[in-house]
Nanobody, 120 residues
Framework: VQLLVESGGGLVQPGGSLRLSCAAS????????MSWYRQAPGKERELVAV????????NYADSVKGRFTISRDNAKNTVYLQMNSLKPEDTAVYYC?????????????WGQGTQVTVSS
């Protein structure tokens, strides 16, 4: 059973926009710090953006500041990544991540990833 399911990836031209979604289930989403990571071919996975809880404060990689926006809807158990002004270097598989503490200990969940390709 997938705890995190990403959607919204695809092919977009440079300068375009995409919105990724990550639907969570089977854990307490509202108590989890939610993040988006990405991994380009031949490169290590890198943190793109994080939104904490409570309070919903956000943090971004320098490479996406001013272009990407992470948000969460606790009522829908969903985290989003709005990506604007996309560049070819944004091409990667994007992964959703959840971190938190439960009665059984710390958890660190990953989605299966969604491909984003920025190309003309």
């Amino acid at each position: 059973v997938q705890l995190l399911v990403e959607s919204g990836g695809g092919l977009v031209q440079p300068g375009g926009s995409l919105r990724l979604s990550c639907a969570a289930s089977r854990f307490t989403f509202s108590r989890s710090a939610m993040s988006w990571y990405r991994q380009a071919p031949g490169k290590e996975r890198e943190l793109v953006a994080v939104v904490t809880t409570p309070g919903g404060s956000t943090n971004y990689a320098d490479s996406v500041k001013g272009r990407f926006t992470i948000s969460r809807d606790n009522a829908k158990n969903t985290v989003y990544l709005q990506m604007n002004s996309l560049k070819p270097e944004d091409t990667a598989v994007y992964y959703c991540n959840a971190k938190g503490i439960a009665t059984f200990g710390r958890y660190d969940y990953w989605g299966q990833g969604t491909q984003v390709t920025v190309s003309s």
